[in-house]
């Protein structure tokens, strides 16, 4: 009698492993898969890839990333080129982009002194306009871009760049005519034009401990007058050796304990020698070519290879341990060949900045991160 108990438990049993086998799970092989349960991981778009021309680039941007910024399209001199001429075709592929993929969709930026119209600051006699004035553009501008996308995009850059790296307010003509409380009032008037969007503040160098100080300060300030602002991006525009990482986590830690998330934003990470003693982002820098400035035109050495992948690596490792503060990282660009790294500051060099190279296929470091996501810790 027992024979017969003996076969079906040996069924089962095949049963079962053959199962196990069948339902196996596949190999984690895409950023945002890995990421999933970590932070959102992006991409700036500019208008040629909203959609792309291209079948392997649209892949590429939609099956490694779920997050979406604008890099251009939505910038003060793209959406009013003239006081009252809106220009939205660029921003509406965008979004609608965004919205076909299921990503997580950012606005950027509102209130930016760089790449503004002139008429935004002067009047028909070109003299600086009021302060009055100037808030009221302001206000327009900003009630115009966010309300017609209102819970649409899920979030907004609000103020770009507003502070210098020693921690004072950048003397900005937004500065100079209004004063600090520009700030305060941009980010009034996105929430008023989109109550439930999420509202940040972006800039560069973010690892300074001056502008680190600054920063926190003039979130303080803002939270202790009742704005509101989710959180703080960190720009990644990174060199191969600056700046130190832990300074980075340092600037991590500091910018959560303000009570806002953190964003790493516009992260590449150049290889090429910068051309001066002073180290920024700031996009009005501009240098001239030359052979020593551009010492990768035919591709990198496999020692600078290395050494880019493993500072990717190194980077990536770091958020993975702040994924409790960090809610996003975004590349600026998905692969190097569109990557404005190659014409600044400095027009015409051939840099490597970004995870995937100029063939669209992954660098050595983006294995790396997939498995650093995806193994578990003991």
């Excluded at 251009?72 to 939205?88: A, Y």
């Excluded at 300074?208 to 960190?234: F, H, N, Y």
Aim: proline letters at 4%; glycine letters at 6%; hydrophobic letters at 40%.
């Amino acid at each position: 009698m027992r024979k017969p108990i003996l076969k079906s438990s040996l069924v089962v049993l095949f049963a079962v492993i053959l199962l196990g086998c069948t339902t196996a799970k596949k190999p984690v092989t895409t950023l945002k898969e890995a990421l999933k349960d970590k932070f959102y991981i992006g991409t700036a778009l500019n208008t040629s890839q909203t959609p792309s021309d291209n079948p392997a680039e649209h892949t590429l941007i939609t099956s490694q990333f779920n997050a979406i910024v604008a890099e251009n399209c939505m910038k003060s001199e793209k959406i009013q080129p003239q006081q009252g001429v809106f220009t939205f075709d660029d921003a509406d592929r965008f979004v609608k982009f965004g919205e076909d993929n299921g990503m997580w969709i950012t606005g950027h930026t509102l209130i930016w002194h760089s790449q503004a119209p002139k008429w935004f600051f002067v009047d028909a006699e070109g003299n600086d306009v009021s302060r009055d004035t100037l808030i009221a553009r302001m206000k327009t501008h900003i009630h115009t871009l966010v309300g017609r996308y209102k819970g649409r995009v899920k979030g907004w850059d609000v103020v770009n760049e507003a502070i210098e790296d020693n921690g004072e307010y950048r003397n900005s003509k937004f500065y100079q005519i209004i004063g600090e409380d520009y700030i305060e009032l941009a980010f009034q008037f996105a929430h008023e034009a989109d109550p439930d969007a999420q509202l940040y503040y972006n800039d560069y160098s973010m690892a300074s401990p001056g502008k680190r100080e600054g920063v926190v300060k003039m979130v303080k300030g803002l939270q202790a007058k009742g704005i509101k602002i989710d959180a703080i991006g960190m720009q990644g525009h990174l060199n191969i050796d600056v700046p130190d990482i832990n300074e980075f986590e340092k600037s991590i830690v500091a910018f959560s304990e303000c009570g806002v998330k953190v964003m790493i934003t516009e992260m590449d990470i150049t290889v090429l020698p910068w051309p001066s003693q002073k180290v920024t982002a700031d996009v009005s820098t501009n240098f001239e070519l030359k052979a020593e400035y551009n010492p990768y035109p035919d591709g990198l050495t496999d020692e600078m290879s290395e050494k880019l992948n493993n500072r990717f690596v190194e980077l990536f490792n770091l958020f993975l341990k702040h994924s409790d503060k960090i809610t996003r990282v975004t590349m600026w660009g998905a692969y190097d060949s569109q990557s404005w790294r190659n014409n600044w500051p400095i027009f015409g060099r051939k840099d490597y900045p970004l995870l995937f190279d100029r063939d669209l296929q992954p660098k050595p470091a983006v294995a790396r991160i997939i498995e650093a996501a995806t193994t578990e810790k003991k």
